[in-house]
């Protein structure tokens, strides 16, 4: 089941281009189609990722649990 995956794809009509793909709606509803994704109406405005913040609060929810886990577990079994 080996696949030859270093071969460049040599077929482009898999590649989603809407300049390229032909047209399905009638003129007047893709152009009701085009004015809408022109609008912006779905855009949001994020802030940037940052990968040291989500690694510092994955580091204190582990550390949080555990505390909680070993503080269940003295009460749980008193030695």
Avoid: C
Avoid at 13 to 41: I, M, T
């Amino acid at each position: 089941m080996s696949q030859d995956t270093a071969a460049p794809i040599a077929d482009k009509k898999h590649f989603a281009n809407s300049a390229q793909q032909p047209k399905r709606l009638y003129p007047e509803d893709q152009e009701r189609v085009d004015q809408y994704l022109k609008e912006g109406v779905n855009e949001v405005e994020r802030s940037p990722f940052r990968p040291l913040r989500l690694m510092a609060w994955l580091t204190v929810v582990i550390v949080v649990l555990g505390v909680l886990s070993r503080f269940i577990g003295y009460l749980v079994i008193p030695s």
